[in-house]
């Protein structure tokens, strides 16, 4: 099919269809006011494509999720590495071993801050959001590398990805340290990205903490999972930001604020919040359910559903079976675990969820590896933040290079009031 045809009154117009790769199909309405005077009216974007991209698939009715084509489930192999999803995602292709070993090298050459931007930190209060800290430290780094506000120099943009993602960690930890009035601990070169970062999270002058292979591969997992997932709010935020040509420290940084929300990145910290409190014994799983189904509640079984996935999560599947084997390698048993997975058995077998399509989503079991890994609750969404560094840089470049890119600037439907005269105040009642 070429074309769709769209009756509007006396008027019959014609639009383009476009078929995508793996089958969707669009229409496109680029000429849609232009012919008819008409806008489409779609809040929250549900029925609307923003773009064209070719760097994630996802099929929500069947539960497929693709970087650049490769299936996510094939990246949950032993030895699972972030940096190399981070390579695949921003330049398109697996990297070679040379191209990786020479990536890492810049990860490393750009793993330190600026001193000054250490005492950057001594800023916040103990009890700062660590998201809030990230996004204002991700966005400080556009003062400390002015050169890299323009990627115009051949290389630029390589060298502004590296640092940030070198330095998003860095950030992370260094902030948790100063919230916990622990010694900043500086990056250890010969340690891999995980590895180190672990490092600058745990270790202390007279106690270094060397990560276990275990609990490597699972920070591994987790991040490369969360790599990227095509037009989500935060990604889409980032493009919205860098479509003005707003530089790339300031784009991801908003980035940060819009996934810090607990209906999109926040929701992996809400999760464990509502496990603790089933397991305090303030609600029974069943009650939870309940609530979850009690429009009044307000209440919502965080973790569970999602704007596209109309399936199970294919990253919450693989977190489910990564749950099992690290806390039985780490000889952990949490209670919150047998406790969502209550939850899970009673959601999938309840009509409300069955029939709304809920299912888990990546933030359902994520948190209980990283509690078992350590990472502290209020850093949750700041994990988040690091596996997903890579898609939002990926997606801004994308949208720069795309010829014609233009500005985003939506419309809107006025329903305020019509036109009336100001009225001077002395003869206001
Ligand atoms: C992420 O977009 C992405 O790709 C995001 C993400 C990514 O990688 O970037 O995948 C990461 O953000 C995952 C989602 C994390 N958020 C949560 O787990 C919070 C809990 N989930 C919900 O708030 C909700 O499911 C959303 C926000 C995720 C999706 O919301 P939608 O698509 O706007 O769905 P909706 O609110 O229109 O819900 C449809 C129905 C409603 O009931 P009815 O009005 O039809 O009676 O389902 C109900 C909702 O009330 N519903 C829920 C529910 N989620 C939806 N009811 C109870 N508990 C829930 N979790």
């Known amino acids: 099919m070429e074309k ?6 006396e008027q019959v117009i014609e639009l383009p ?173 010969d340690y891999e990205y995980c590895a180190n970062f672990l490092h600058m999270m745990f270790s202390l002058p007279n106690k270094p903490y060397k990560a276990s292979k275990e609990i490597e591969d699972a920070m591994n997992l987790i991040f490369l999972l969360h790599a990227d997932h095509e037009q989500n709010c935060s990604t889409s935020t980032v493009r919205m930001v ?39 014994g303030g609600l029974s799983p069943e009650k939870c359910i309940e609530m979850a189904k009690d429009k009044d509640s307000k209440f919502r079984l965080m973790g569970f559903g999602h704007r596209v996935y109309k399936n199970y999560d294919p990253r919450a599947r693989i977190l489910k079976k990564a749950c099992d084997k690290v806390l039985d390698k780490l000889g952990i048993k949490d209670p919150l675990l047998d406790i969502a997975r209550k939850l899970e058995e009673l959601a999938l077998k309840d009509s409300y969820f069955v029939e709304r399509k809920l299912y888990p989503n990546v933030d359902f079991y994520s948190g209980i590896i990283m509690r078992a890994i350590g990472i502290p609750t209020e850093m949750f969404p700041v994990m988040f933040s690091i596996g997903r560094l890579p898609g939002w840089i990926a997606q801004w470049k994308e949208q720069n290079e795309m010829p014609g890119a233009k500005i985003s600037r939506p419309r809107q439907i006025y329903i305020g009031e019509t036109i009336h005269n100001y009225i001077p105040i002395e003869d206001r009642k």
Not at 25 to 45: C, E, H, S, V, W
Not at 157 to 183: Q, V
Request: glycine content about 8%; hydrophobic content about 40%; proline content about 6%.
């Open 4 to 9: 769709a045809t769209l009756t509007i009154g």
């Open 17 to 189: 269809v476009i078929i995508g790769t793996e089958g969707e199909k669009d229409i496109d309405i680029q000429q849609l006011r232009a012919k008819t005077g008409f806008i489409t009216y779609d809040p929250g974007y549900g029925n609307t494509g923003s773009c064209s991209s070719a760097i994630t698939f996802i099929d929500g009715e069947v539960g497929i999720l693709r970087y650049r084509g490769i299936p996510i489930e094939q990246f949950d192999r032993p030895n699972p590495d972030f940096i190399e999803v981070v390579f695949l995602v921003i330049f398109g292709h697996l990297p070679t071993r040379n191209e990786l070993s020479e990536f890492k090298n810049m990860l490393r050459e750009n793993e330190h801050l600026h001193e000054s931007m250490k005492h950057h930190f001594e800023g916040f209060p103990p009890y700062a959001p660590p998201m809030a800290s990230l996004s204002a430290m991700i966005n400080a780094m556009s003062c400390f590398h002015p050169e890299l506000l323009k990627l115009d120099e051949e290389g630029s943009f390589e060298e502004a990805s590296a640092r940030l993602i070198s330095k998003i960690r860095t950030i992370a930890a260094y902030s948790y340290r100063h919230s916990k009035g622990l010694p900043l601990m500086y990056p250890q070169p």
């Open 242 to 280: 860098g479509s003005s040509q707003a530089n790339l420290f300031a784009s991801c940084a908003s980035g940060v604020c819009a996934l810090w929300g607990p209906l999109h990145g926040g929701a992996n910290l809400a999760v464990i919040e509502m496990l603790e409190e089933i397991h305090k």
